[in-house]
């Protein structure tokens, strides 16, 4: 297993190397001109020609991402041209709490929708079954901004339960309605994904070898079923890991959760490229890590998949 | 959704940074005590209106005022401003010689008490009054001369470095070859003189901006590049308190030259969607709030709000603009005229609420040579259709044009109107809405035959407005999108920004108005109002011209 990871681990440099090249390259070729936006609207050419030697925008773009290598394997994230503070500080600060709002919504979406589709599997075809069916569908068609807001205004506004938005540190009763909001998608689409692998495992013949052994239902369904349904489960919850740290924007912004993507919004709104490039750079690389867990995971569940 | 933000945002950007303004209706500038607030505020009739107008024995001090900003203003540094969300909270905490009045129109004097020109209006004496940074020493002459060299400084890449480059021996510090500003004089500690290479009106105005407040070289020095975290300024508020991209609270400065602010403290949220803001001010969350097009008439008939809506005219000026270097609008000047009178822009003021007046000349009411303010655009399709005859088009143009904007919403909905009346006589447009970068090159490079356009004035006074917009030497980014050329205009803009005689450079603004309606590269549309809204106990409140409200007279009356 070590060896598996390490293995698997070596095969990223080459990925991310590829990815900083790639996100160099479309960040500059984002219109506009970064000189010229530092230096201010009216200021004359001579300023800006100043601040691009300054800041050595006039070298070629293969010497650029050179220098951007060369920085970054330092463990240098360049500086914000906003802040003129190292970039690397300012993620650390942002990123955690996307993390904490994506990992809350995750765990709880795990618990809820597993726990729901599997109860549905078991009673397939019952009304509860179609319920949550429905439930899954609805959950993945809600538009999240207009769910986000009536949130906002019936336990906010209207009763005065919750705060509106916010952040105070964590795992508090600001997190509630951000992670509802998420978590309802994530929820109905775990619910629908571990009903069917329950399906499939249920007919199996391990299971009705259970049953026949006279084993209680509660421990064949969470002894034998569960662990052979949780692949499909697994490779869910990496995508929708991925899905919750990139694209959590709409909902940092309406509920004003201090996270990476309403920075990186930001950056990019104010083209402060050195933070752009390693929001996208970060938000990357551990995609690529979060995937990478997810096959260990697969391993640990599955001992055939390390031999692959 | 985002778009009156990107909308603030923007004109902050051409705004560079802003400015300290107290608070509107107060009359005293000076003296002791944030002073004179009590009753001020008529609220809403005027056209700066004053939130809040409250039956109360006069101001109360204590208390937090919550409001907001759409990002995290990052720093401080007045060399390092740029944003709206930086400028908005900045002017709170930094000052400089001069700050804007009340209405954010025009200068009253700041920490210089006051200032003269010489005769021939190149040498300008500042006379410093005794006010402390936030901590404790007292501001010198000396620290205005360190502050304006590191704005200036290359090193340094400030966004305003531009604005003293009419200081004297400025080129020689910028490139290297002097050591100071040889323009930057100390007289003595509470003299400060400052020499321009030619007489030019416009510095003192410049000298407002947050961007050109004065720092102490001792913090500026203990805490590099940190400093814009920690800024130790002169202004009436001190940073407190600050969760990156979360909030930022500013606390009252004790010491403050005028006297400390009524509230303890302003906490600002950073809360970015504006449709957030407005339930945070419906939960009773959030103090002020820009009010958003859909809750609009919600909350301007709601009684209770009565006295709470503050409005402000902006030093702003919309406007489509023809390529002067481009057929066939270059030198078809019928064909111009016919554009103009086609323009119904009373109904594009109807579909933005009436937040917007008409503008038929390039200056907001208010400002150095403005005329009364217009009250009906010059919409006549029938005159229009004429002009297209006149023009050669009698059966329309046959090609049709695409029109750049920034993809504000409002810009996409305003173009639609414009759309529908200029296809009535004749010219097909079509809107192309792009990313604010985009639209930036296209405009700057002259890749348009008509484009819309905006300025905001970057200081407060009306040479912000005519020199980027209409002198050919800022052809291109640097303002004069139209590529205008007429070198009587650049003349009379030079000879007004020369002159310290404000009649004398009033009238030669009207003359430049009149000259530019003739030749008309830009066919004016409208003024931005903003409008605010605040919890009923805040008063005195008042949002600014150039949309950096400061909160030193503001008081809670709960």
């Known amino acids: 297993m070590p060896r598996y990871i390490v293995r698997r681990l070596l095969a990223l440099i080459p990925v991310i190397l590829g990815l900083t090249l790639v996100i160099f390259l479309l960040v500059n070729v984002i219109p506009g001109d970064t000189a010229r936006l530092i230096a201010g609207e009216y200021a004359d050419e001579a300023t800006v020609e100043q601040i691009r030697t300054t800041m050595g925008l006039d070298k070629p773009i293969l010497v650029q991402y050179g220098n951007y290598l060369l920085d970054l394997v330092q463990g240098d994230l360049g500086r914000s041209y906003q802040t003129h503070r190292p970039v690397l500080e300012e993620i650390l600060t942002v990123f955690p709490k996307t993390i904490q709002l994506a990992v809350t919504t995750e765990v709880i979406s795990i618990v809820v929708g597993l726990f729901l589709g599997m109860s549905a599997a078991v009673r397939r075809g019952s009304l509860f079954d179609r319920g949550i069916t429905m439930f899954g569908v609805l959950g993945l068609s809600i538009p999240q901004f207009w769910f986000a807001l009536i949130l906002q205004l019936v336990l906010a506004v209207k009763f005065g339960w919750l705060p509106p938005s916010g952040y105070q540190g964590g795992f508090d009763i600001y997190i509630i309605l951000p992670a509802i909001t998420l978590g309802i998608p994530s929820a109905g689409m775990m619910a629908r994904i571990s009903r069917s692998a329950f399906l499939e495992v249920l007919p199996q013949n391990y299971i009705r070898t259970a049953r026949a052994k006279g084993l209680q239902e509660k421990s064949v369904i969470w002894k034998h079923a569960l662990k052979n349904a949780l692949i499909p489960v697994l490779s869910l919850v990496g995508t929708d890991m991925s899905r919750l740290l990139t694209g959590t924007m709409i909902v940092e912004s309406v509920f004003s959760w201090p996270g990476i993507g309403k920075y990186g919004y930001d950056a990019l709104f104010y083209k402060d490229m050195p933070a752009l490039q390693a929001t996208v750079l970060v938000l990357a690389v551990s995609i690529c890590l979060v995937n990478l867990a997810v096959d260990v995971l697969y391993a640990a569940a599955d001992p055939r998949v390390r031999y692959h | ?558």
Not at chain 2, 276 to 283: C, H, M, N, P
Not at chain 2, 380 to 399: R, S
Not at chain 2, 500 to 515: G, H, K, M, V
Request: hydrophobic share 40%; glycine share 6%; proline share 5%.
């Open chain 2, 1 to 558: 959704m985002l778009h009156s933000v990107k909308t603030r945002l923007f004109a902050a950007a051409l705004c560079g940074a802003m400015l300290l303004t107290t608070a509107c209706g107060g009359s005293a500038a000076g003296g002791t005590g944030p002073a004179a607030a009590s009753g001020a505020g008529n609220a809403s009739t005027a056209s700066s209106g004053t939130a809040g107008t409250g039956e109360t024995d006069g101001p109360k001090y204590g208390g937090t005022l919550t409001t907001y900003t759409s990002a995290d203003p990052k720093s401080f540094d007045p060399a390092a401003l740029s944003a709206w969300d930086q400028t908005i909270v900045a002017a709170n905490i930094l000052e400089g010689l001069v700050r804007l009045n009340p209405e954010g129109n025009t200068i009253e004097p700041g920490i210089a008490k006051s200032w003269e020109p010489s005769e021939d209006g190149t040498v300008w004496t500042f006379h410093l009054r005794d006010a402390k940074f936030h901590n404790g020493r007292v501001v010198t002459a000396q620290d205005f001369k360190y502050s304006f060299e590191r704005v200036a400084n290359p090193q340094t890449a400030s966004p305003a470095a531009w604005m003293l480059n009419k200081l004297q021996g400025f080129a020689e510090y910028t490139a290297g070859s002097a050591s100071e500003i040889s323009g930057i004089k100390v007289v003595d500690d509470h003299t400060l003189e400052l020499t321009l290479t030619e007489s030019y009106a416009p510095f003192v105005s410049m000298l407002s901006s947050a961007a050109l407040a004065v720092v102490p070289q001792e913090a500026v020095e203990e805490f590099g590049d940190d400093f814009g975290q920690h800024v130790v300024a002169a202004g009436p508020f001190t940073v407190g308190q600050w969760n990156f991209n979360q909030d930022l609270t500013i606390n009252a400065f004790e010491d403050y030259w005028a006297g400390r602010p009524y509230l303890d403290s302003v906490k600002f949220k950073v809360i970015n969607d504006e449709n957030t803001r407005i339930v945070e001010f419906d939960a009773g969350t959030l103090d002020v709030a820009w009010i958003t097009p859909a809750h609009y008439d919600r909350l301007t008939s709601d009684p209770r709000y009565a006295n709470s809506i503050g409005r402000a005219d902006t030093l702003h000026t919309s406007f489509l603009m023809f390529n002067m270097e481009k057929e066939p609008f270059a030198s078809n000047k019928a064909l111009r005229e016919a554009v103009l009178y086609a323009l119904d822009t009373q109904a594009v003021i109807d579909m933005l609420q009436a937040r917007a007046s008409v503008a038929n000349v390039l200056l907001p009411s208010g400002m150095l040579g403005s005329g009364d303010p217009a009250t009906t655009p010059p919409y006549d399709v029938e005159k229009a259709k004429a002009k297209m005859a006149e023009a050669g088009y009698a059966d329309g143009l046959p090609q049709a044009f695409e029109v750049i904007t920034p993809a504000w919403n409002n810009n996409i909905k305003i173009l639609e109107i414009y759309q529908q009346n200029l296809k009535e006589i004749g010219i097909n447009i079509e809107i192309k809405a792009l990313e604010n970068s985009a639209y930036n090159e296209a405009r700057d490079s002259g890749q348009f035959e008509i484009a819309w356009g905006n300025i905001v004035a970057t200081y407060p006074d009306s040479d912000a407005m005519f020199y980027p917009l209409l002198h050919s030497d800022n052809i291109g980014a640097a303002g004069n999108y139209a590529r205008y050329s007429n070198p009587e205009v650049d003349a009379l803009i030079e000879q007004a920004r020369a002159s310290t005689d404000d009649n004398e450079r009033a009238s030669l603004y009207q003359q430049i108005e009149q000259l530019v309606l003739e030749d008309l590269p830009y066919t004016y549309l409208t003024h931005n109002i903003y409008v605010d809204i605040c919890q009923p106990f805040v008063q005195d409140y008042c949002p600014s011209a150039l949309d950096v409200s400061t909160y030193h007279r503001v008081w809670l009356d709960k």
